[in-house]
């Protein structure tokens, strides 16, 4: 008997729309990547920093929204690094940016927008930013991608992991100008009172696996819809946290459609200038 794609591809039966967005023109994943310049003094080997982001809405001209994370694309505006920012649609093709990125004007909040040309103007499905939360079924399928590429030998590669996942009930309190994160039940008004008092943004915690270079990477379903952007991860191996295994930290959807509303005026700024 014939396999179907999804299983071929590893992904569950139901996951015939995600395979048919890898595999087609229409795929809104995009790798970010920062190759740093040789230092002709400083012997050593050429950094990579990776990121993901995605396509989250459309214009003319080959024009695009990427949705990323702040704290991920802070290479921009270091002088020792060159970005590329490329997607497979189906082709692998490297998107022009267009000005700066332009960040959520929200101080501790860590998302980011790029506005980028395709020069093959391909007809990419975006996907839908919405004010809604949408609810996870523990053992319910999700995916986050990867970023993995290496410009140096010129591979690209952004394999998608699907997960069986767990929504943990918690809040994850988090300021960009900060490393320690808290973790609150999210039961316990009080203390989620407490942080957001002191100006900490809220992501929701999930048991799913993110490693480096998932950063900016969508969260979603077999319906393509929309959870949220991968902002952080941890391992059982992290000290801090090796009693709660694998878990993501995700920035809800509604979060990214608040922050796109709040970078509106900068947007059409950039695109008037396009």
């Not at 989250?56 to 290479?75: M, P, Y």
């Not at 395709?118 to 919405?130: G, R």
């Not at 998608?160 to 039961?187: G, M, N, P, Y």
């Amino acid at each position: 008997m014939k396999k179907r794609a999804s299983e071929q591809a590893g992904y569950p039966p139901e996951a015939k729309l995600v395979c048919d967005m890898l595999g087609g023109n229409t795929n809104p994943l995009v790798s970010v990547t920062f190759i740093e310049r040789p230092n002709p003094i400083i012997k050593k080997s050429i950094g990579c920093p990776r990121s993901m982001g995605f396509i989250v809405e459309r214009f003319e001209k080959g024009l695009r929204l990427v949705a990323t994370c702040k704290h991920a694309i802070s290479f921009f505006s270091m002088s020792a690094y060159t970005n590329l920012v490329a997607f497979k649609n189906p082709k692998v093709t490297s998107l022009q940016c267009i000005g700066n990125p332009i960040g959520d004007p929200e101080r501790e909040s860590d998302i980011a927008f790029l506005l980028v040309r395709d020069p093959l103007d391909a007809p990419t499905q975006p996907f839908a930013l919405h004010a809604e939360e949408l609810r996870i079924v523990d053992g319910m399928t999700l995916y986050n991608a990867q970023n993995q590429c290496n410009p140096v030998t010129s591979t690209y590669n952004v394999p998608v992991a699907a997960q069986s996942v767990e929504d943990r009930k918690q809040i994850v309190f988090c300021k960009l100008s900060e490393k320690d994160t808290h973790i609150v039940s999210i039961e316990n008004t009080d203390k989620r009172l407490q942080f957001e008092q002191q100006g900490f943004v809220g992501y929701r915690a999930l048991s799913m696996v993110s490693r480096p270079g998932f950063s900016g990477s969508p969260i979603w379903d077999n319906q393509l819809r929309l959870y949220g952007m991968d902002v952080r991860g941890s391992s059982p191996k992290d000290t801090f946290y090796t009693d709660m295994g694998d878990f993501t930290v995700c920035l809800p959807t509604s979060a990214i459609h608040a922050a796109r509303q709040r970078i509106d005026l900068s947007l059409q700024r950039l695109l008037a200038r396009a």
